[in-house]
C-alpha cells in the first residue's frame, strides 16, 4: 500500500507541474519568405547566376539592417527576413546589388503588424504585404512571396 500511495505522490506532482499548455501555442515571430525571379523567364535570379546572394542587403526605412538569411537549398534560392515588431515604420528594402551590368534591385515591401495578446502569449502576424515597385505574388499554401524583377 506504501508503493501506491508514493507512486500516487509522484504522479500528481509531476501531473501540478504542468498548469499551462502555453508553450504550445506560440508561433514566434513573424517571417516572410521572398523570392526573386527574373520578370521575362521566371528562373530564380540566384539560380541563373545572374545575381549573387552575397551582394543581397535587407534593411528598414531607416537604413538599419534587418535579421535575414538566404537559403540556398537544390537551387531553391530564397530570402528569409524577420521584421522587427516594434518598428514604427513597416517598410522593408530588398537591395541587390550587380556588379557587373549595374543593373541593381531595389524592392519595397510595406505591411501591418498584427499583434495577438492572450493569456499565454503575444504573438505577431504579417498582414497587408505590398510590393510597391514589383509584380508580385504570394502562394497561398506556402506563404512564399515571389517577386517578378
Avoid: H, W
Amino acid at each position: 500500500m506504501r508503493k501506491y500511495l508514493l507512486l500516487f505522490v509522484i504522479l500528481a506532482t509531476f501531473n501540478s507541474c504542468n498548469d499551462s499548455d502555453c508553450d504550445l501555442y506560440s508561433t514566434g515571430p513573424p517571417i516572410t519568405y521572398v523570392e526573386l525571379v527574373n520578370s521575362d523567364t521566371g528562373e530564380n535570379i540566384f539560380t541563373s547566376g545572374d545575381y549573387q546572394y552575397t551582394d543581397i542587403e535587407v534593411v528598414n526605412a531607416e537604413g538599419e539592417n534587418v535579421t535575414s538569411d538566404f537559403i540556398y537549398e537544390n537551387d531553391y534560392n530564397i530570402i528569409r527576413f524577420i521584421p522587427y515588431t516594434y518598428s514604427s515604420s513597416n517598410v522593408i528594402f530588398i537591395k541587390v546589388e550587380d556588379n557587373i551590368n549595374e543593373d541593381d534591385i531595389n524592392v519595397k515591401i510595406t505591411f501591418d503588424i498584427k499583434k495577438v495578446e492572450t493569456e499565454c502569449y503575444t504573438n505577431y502576424y504579417i498582414e497587408n504585404l505590398e510590393v510597391e515597385n514589383y509584380p508580385s505574388e504570394t502562394d497561398a499554401n506556402t506563404g512564399l512571396l515571389t517577386i517578378k524583377v
